[in-house]
């Protein structure tokens, strides 16, 4: 029995100080953690938006050098670095119309105008040498409207390069997406 007692005198507990401070320190953590998941659930909403921008942006330069591919021609009388005009094959029934065509039936030649501003860029099909037709948005969210890139000149274009500059999601700078491709169609003329 005095071993017994002996050995329960010798195991120690925790006093009501020790307690104390031990529950302010769990108290301070689980505060801290509070604060970082609040903080991160307040920011996801803008950082998906933000995501969505660049992966919308990736999907319209991807389009856009898609159809520079198919391009005959880079009409140089309204290119300039926020407008591209340029004649390409496309798989409607009619220019500017949105009917699709039959996968067996060959592509028209149309004109396509992609114009862009400080913050969008629009596209415009009509028929080949002619300019009018509804401008559609195909893409809202840049930084400069200086968006296309003609080489060797504007006159002369066989490859055009596309920059689309958006804001960058950490806040300073800006986030640069380009691509470019060539006219392949280019020999084949009016």
């Not at 991160?40 to 998906?48: F, G, M, R, V, Y």
């Not at 999907?59 to 391009?71: A, M, P, Q, S």
């Not at 300019?131 to 200086?146: E, L, M, Q, Y």
């Not at 274009?157 to 280019?186: E, F, M, Q």
């Amino acid at each position: 029995m005095r071993r017994r007692l002996r050995r329960a005198r010798s195991e120690e507990g925790v006093t009501l100080i020790e307690l104390l401070v031990a529950s302010t320190m769990g108290v301070l953590v689980m505060g801290a953690v509070a604060m970082l998941v609040i903080t991160t659930l307040k920011d996801q909403p803008k950082i998906s938006g933000q995501a969505q921008n660049v992966t919308t942006a990736r999907w319209v330069l991807e389009r856009l050098t898609h159809e520079i591919r198919n391009g005959v021609s880079v009409d140089s009388a309204n290119s300039s670095e926020s407008q591209l005009s340029f004649q390409t094959y496309v798989r409607h029934s009619t220019c500017g119309g949105t009917a699709t065509l039959a996968s067996s039936a060959a592509a028209i030649k149309c004109q396509v105008t992609y114009t862009c501003t400080a913050t969008a860029c629009s596209r415009k099909e009509s028929a080949p040498n002619t300019f009018t037709g509804t401008a559609r948005p195909v893409f809202s969210g840049i930084d400069s409207s200086k968006v296309f890139t003609y080489v060797p000149n504007k006159s002369q274009a066989t490859y055009v390069k596309v920059t689309l500059t958006l804001p960058n999601p950490g806040g300073t700078g800006s986030l640069t997406i380009s691509d470019g491709a060539s006219l392949r169609n280019a020999t084949l003329g009016y």
